[in-house]
């Protein structure tokens, strides 16, 4: 998953993660954390568009919204892009 060489690779190693359902959720959720792994935007994509029916919308939530501090600007929007998708505009009485 880590391998910055092979990128498809690695991406190939992120979806049978994900295809592993709630088993693989714990290690697809640490790599989107893990600030050296190069792939993190594709994690927050997987996690967005394929875990909610295996774990949930709520369980995906918390590391999406972590991965909006990250320090890559790529990884940040697709976590914004995946937490939109999953809970649209939520209306708040924040300014």
Same mark, same amino acid.
């Given at each position: 998953? &880590?391998?910055?060489?092979?990128?498809?690779?690695?991406?190939?190693?992120?979806?049978?993660?994900? +295809?592993?359902?709630?088993? +693989?959720?714990?290690?697809?959720?640490? +790599?989107?954390?893990?600030?050296?792994?190069?792939?993190? &935007?594709?994690?927050?994509?997987?996690?967005?568009?394929?875990?909610?029916?295996?774990?949930?919308?709520?369980?995906?939530?918390?590391?999406?919204?972590?991965?909006?501090?990250?320090?890559?600007?790529?990884?940040?929007?697709?976590?914004? &892009?995946?937490?939109?998708?999953?809970? +649209?505009?939520?209306?708040?009485?924040?300014?």
């Amino acid at each position: 998953m &880590k391998d910055s060489t092979h990128p498809t690779t690695a991406r190939s190693a992120i979806t049978a993660l994900g +295809g592993l359902g709630a088993a +693989g959720f714990p290690y697809v959720a640490a +790599g989107l954390a893990d600030t050296n792994q190069v792939h993190r &935007k594709y994690i927050a994509a997987q996690i967005g568009l394929f875990m909610p029916k295996y774990v949930g919308t709520n369980a995906c939530l918390a590391p999406l919204t972590a991965a909006l501090a990250d320090p890559d600007a790529l990884t940040r929007s697709m976590a914004a &892009k995946m937490l939109d998708r999953l809970c +649209g505009q939520i209306p708040t009485n924040a300014p």
